[in-house]
Nanobody
Framework: QVQLVESGGGLVQAGGSLRLSCAAS????????MGWHRQAPGKQRELIAR???????SYADSTKGRFTISRDNAKNTVYLQMSSLKPEDTAVYYC?????????????????????WGQGTQVTVSS
């Protein structure tokens, strides 16, 4: 079983900064892409930042230039540094990871990729 545990959410004033962390634990072969989604009240969940295992990043237009995603592969952890926060950034933030599992039989090893979600952490930006 794989678990993603987020931390770092909270209340911050507009213009402030927060850093979210998400650590993966459990039994798995490797982690491919990791990312952050968010869901504001009454809105659909949206992908806002993504990072590959090799460190290639991509961002939603709404967060580009203000948010930075990074990861520590040795710790199986992904981070989201959020700066210049706006009230419209208020949402529940979820991390996600594409995890590769392995199973070995007598003749071969098979790999399966499964996506996992964290439990979510609330970020509230006051005006």
């Amino acid at each position: 079983q794989v678990q993603l545990v987020e931390s770092g959410g909270g209340l911050v004033q507009a213009g402030g900064s927060l850093r979210l962390s998400c650590a993966a634990s459990g039994s798995f072969f490797s982690i491919d892409a990791m990312g952050w989604h968010r869901q504001a009240p009454g809105k659909q969940r949206e992908l806002i930042a993504r990072i590959t295992s090799g460190g290639i990043t991509s961002y939603a237009d709404s967060t580009k230039g203000r948010f930075t995603i990074s990861r520590d592969n040795a710790k199986n952890t992904v981070y989201l540094q959020m700066s210049s926060l706006k009230p419209e950034d208020t949402a529940v933030y979820y991390c996600a990871a594409s995890v590769r599992l392995s199973s070995t039989s007598l003749l071969s090893t098979r790999y399966t990729s499964i996506d996992y979600w964290g439990q979510g952490t609330q970020v509230t930006v006051s005006s």
